[in-house]
């Protein structure tokens, strides 16, 4: 649990958003991204692009991580919290996004 909670703050650290929250990339200026949990949701503006693939490297991915500890559970979509997921999905939290998992 200590690991995690220390694994998570350094992700954050790491992260470095804008305080900005944007719906597409045009958004966040030359250079940004707009990272998102789920479609209908804002997102977060980063400066450079591969502020993800960083994240990834760093800590995981987060659907390699839901495919080894739930094997056999579909996965469907980001999400934030349950109610972004569709019927019979709840949303999974792993590392620094959030996956609709079939239960």
């Known amino acids: 649990m200590r690991a ?26 030359v250079g940004g991204v707009c990272i998102k949990r789920e479609k209908r949701a804002s997102g977060v503006c980063y400066k450079d692009k591969g502020k993800r ?33 569709p019927t019979g999905y709840d949303c999974v939290h792993a590392y620094f996004e959030g996956r609709c998992v079939e239960f």
Not at 59 to 81: F, H, S, T, Y
Request: proline fraction near 5%.
């Open 53 to 85: 693939q960083q994240l990834m490297e760093f800590m995981g991915d987060p659907e390699q991580l839901i495919k080894e500890q739930l094997p056999g559970r579909k996965i469907r979509g980001n999400c934030a919290v349950t109610t972004d997921c």
């Open 4 to 29: 995690s909670l220390v694994i998570a703050v350094l992700g954050l650290f790491l992260a470095c958003p804008d305080v900005s929250a944007c719906d597409t990339d045009s958004d966040c200026g």
